[in-house]
DNA sequence: TTAATCGGTACCGGATTAGTACTATTTATG
DNA sequence: CATAAATAGTACTAATCCGGTACCGATTAA
């Protein structure tokens, strides 16, 4: 299946919360209480997602994080893709096939990127404004013809 | 990152296998040799294939496995939504919410399904037929604005 | 009858991820 | 100026999941 890490996961929870919270800074305690998350681990995707720039933050007493772009201006390109660190398994989605062994015997690989990117578009299409709205209106039902193909968003699992 | 399994990714190679085939059925074995992919991960990715109706087997000798339909009508969301099986992971992005202990904390569940489908439609418009072509017109470079969103396409490491 | 081939299940090892612990650094506030 | 509240960084452990293998049964053309 497609999967998302469930840092990203958590991640877009967060940002949510700060979306809904209109700039004023919020603790990382605050928004663990608010989301039910381990401290630590919502610490660790705080950090990561301020450092990608998309959160600023504030230290000592009355500090916090606030979104660096106004939520409109936030994909969930941009979360999961700050989440997910330049990791080097991307040889053939990406650019550099070099050190691919198997190339010679694979027509494929060139077509990655654009599935790659397809991907990457539906991602970006989708803002946090949206994402931030209380109560969605129950989207139509996923039309996948025998079998749903799933996000493993691991959010709300126990 | 976003990331297909490895087994999708081998999946997707032994596909244009076949559609290069034209129809003619291709034993598991000459697949394997052809793409230089280990067998019994091979057969396990053709039977899946098969039992959900993408490929047609043929037992016996000279038997082996043939498209079930036309390459132009299988999708790259078809061959992964197959391997990855309907696992249990998807509470949170499909339909059934139940058992989410975490839900009266969380408004962004229902927003899944949408992510949902945004990536099923990208991954629907792209055809096996396509993937088949031999050369891929070297696609344009991929847009991010900061960062790689990569998938983990591991085809073609080591 | 035989050999080639698909079908299914169970299992193991390794890699990645989830989560934790600890310490240093910054800064509002009294 | 001292203190407490908060972020920043790093290293580490534990659990899960994935890739891969092995084995045996069922089919079927020759």
């Not at 967060?14 to 605050?30: F, I, K, V």
């Not at 040889?91 to 062994?101: F, I, L, T």
């Amino acid at each position: 299946m497609i999967r998302i890490t469930r840092e990203a996961d958590y991640g877009i929870l967060l940002m949510t919360c700060l979306a809904q919270a209109e700039g004023q800074p919020r603790s990382a305690a605050a928004l663990a209480q608010q989301r039910r998350l381990p401290l630590p681990m919502v610490s660790k995707i705080l950090k990561a997602l301020a450092r990608a720039g998309l959160l600023i933050s504030q230290r000592g007493v009355q500090g916090g994080y606030s979104l660096a772009r106004l939520p409109a201006e936030i994909s969930a390109a941009d979360i999961i893709g700050a989440l997910e660190g330049p990791l080097a398994i991307t040889e053939c989605s990406g650019e550099n096939h070099d050190g691919c062994s198997r190339l010679e015997h694979c027509e494929v690989s060139g077509h990655w990127p654009r599935i790659n990117q397809a991907i990457y578009a539906a991602l970006q299409s989708i803002s946090l404004l949206e994402m931030s709205r209380p109560d969605p209106p129950r989207p139509v039902r996923f039309h996948a013809p025998h079998r749903v193909m799933a996000i493993n968003a691991t959010s709300s699992l126990v």
